[in-house]
Nanobody, 126 residues
Framework: QVQLVESGGGSVQAGGSLRLSCALS????????MAWFRQTPGKEREFVAA????????NYADSVKGRFTISRDNAKSTAYLQMNNLKPEDTAVYYC???????????????????WGQGTQVTVSS
């Protein structure tokens, strides 16, 4: 059974940076595409970024392009989300997700991901 554990959330002022980590256990990470989603109270879960199983392709929501970077280290079974120039509207619970298969097409729909972490809170103050 795959388990995902996020870490690295916290509180930061606008313009600051945070790096989220997502550790995968239970299976070999290199057979999973990885993604980050976020959610605020009363809203649906929103796609943030995704990366293919080998790191060959990435995709970002328009709202975070140029500020966030997704990466992965399969040897460490960990995915990352580097978040720079944070804005108050980035405040949310951030979730890591994994989707099985050696797909080269990046999926942005949450329902198509197989495993989820418990989430980590990111709060950006103005």
């Amino acid at each position: 059974q795959v388990q995902l554990v996020e870490s690295g959330g916290g509180s930061v002022q606008a313009g600051g940076s945070l790096r989220l980590s997502c550790a995968l256990s239970g299976r070999t990470m290199n057979s999973y595409a990885m993604a980050w989603f976020r959610q605020t109270p009363g809203k649906e879960r929103e796609f943030v970024a995704a990366i293919t199983w080998n790191g060959g392709s990435t995709n970002y929501a328009d709202s975070v392009k140029g500020r966030f970077t997704i990466s992965r280290d399969n040897a460490k079974s960990t995915a990352y989300l580097q978040m720079n120039n944070l804005k108050p509207e980035d405040t949310a619970v951030y979730y890591c997700a994994a989707r099985g298969g050696y797909n080269i097409v990046i999926v942005t729909i949450s329902e198509q991901y197989d495993y989820w972490g418990q989430g980590t809170q990111v709060t950006v103050s103005s």
